[in-house]
């Protein structure tokens, strides 16, 4: 009977226990053990320390007593839920079901009972997430066959962005592996620019407000887990400057301008500052303001 699977894995781990414990207490005392009468030199020892070390001993002992006995009365319960349930109407309506099915039937419920297989209601469904985790592996493979397209800030991704992506993607074709692969760069620079965010905003508020002016003073200002080669990606510019009109609506005067689109195409480009950062292509963009 199925519901009886998890009840007697743990009354085998708790026999399993017992039997550990008892084999403990059969076996001597270790080597490293001072062994509590000694001959030689070692025989020396004060009383005290003789009531000590008996003590010790006998304390060990009564703590793995108290083991077995704990262990011994989960094993008990065990044993009564497991009566309990055999002798429940569920319990006999199952046996009653399996007594009415002929051999082919009894069959069949065994060989589902034995490969865990899922119900037909529960299959087309297990089946769909299954080719969407495969659909996403094969997205997350373009990276490996395109590396051109890749960025250190991918990175940032975890697996639920991969199967998001990959649930519309179009993986037959050059553009729709462009246009997914740029939105994961989208994704990835959203998930990193709040990171270069509050480096630029740390090191403000450590150096009286004043902004970096070159990479290497900002660099310790982030955290130690970030990829180095993701700043490599960026330059350190005036926040007026004209490429991008609402760079001074993130902050600044010093912002962190992406260098180059990875395919101009289909990326967009960020600044980020200590307020904020934009994203923005052909035509097309958004701010996102912390402050």
């Not at 998930?191 to 740390?202: D, G, H, N, V, Y």
């Amino acid at each position: 009977m199925k519901f009886l699977k998890k009840p007697l894995l743990l009354l085998l781990s708790l026999l399993g226990g017992i039997a550990a414990l008892v084999f403990e207490l059969s076996r001597p005392p270790a080597e490293s053990r001072t062994p509590l009468l000694q001959t030689g030199p070692a025989a020396a020892l004060a009383p005290a320390e003789l009531v000590t070390q008996l003590q010790t001993l006998q304390s060990e002992r009564q703590a793995t007593s108290t083991k077995v006995a704990a262990l011994e009365a989960e094993v008990r319960q065990l044993k009564k839920q497991l009566a309990v349930q055999a002798t429940s109407p569920t319990a006999q309506t199952a046996k009653q079901e399996a007594a009415a099915q002929t051999p082919k039937q009894q069959a069949a419920a065994r060989q589902t009972a034995e490969t865990g297989a899922d119900s037909p209601a529960e299959a087309p469904f297990a089946q769909a997430v299954l080719d969407l985790a495969v659909k996403a592996g094969r997205l997350n493979a373009q990276i490996q066959l395109h590396p051109e397209l890749d960025i250190p800030e991918l990175q940032y991704l975890d697996e639920g962005d991969w199967i998001h992506f990959a649930k519309e993607a179009d993986l037959d074709s050059e553009g729709g592996v462009r246009k997914v692969l740029a939105d994961l760069r989208q994704r990835a620079k959203d998930r990193f620019a709040p990171i270069a965010m509050q480096a630029l905003s740390s090191y403000a508020k450590a150096n009286g407000g004043q902004s970096p002016v070159s990479l290497s003073q900002l660099a310790p200002y982030f955290p130690n887990t970030t990829d180095p080669t993701s700043l490599d990606r960026y330059n350190l510019v005036p926040a007026n400057s004209p490429q991008q009109q609402a760079s001074s609506s993130i902050g600044g005067p010093m912002i962190l301008r992406e260098k180059a689109p990875v395919d101009p195409e289909y990326d967009t480009a960020f600044d980020i500052g200590p307020t904020g950062w934009t994203s923005a292509t052909r035509g097309m963009g958004y701010v996102h303001k912390i402050n």
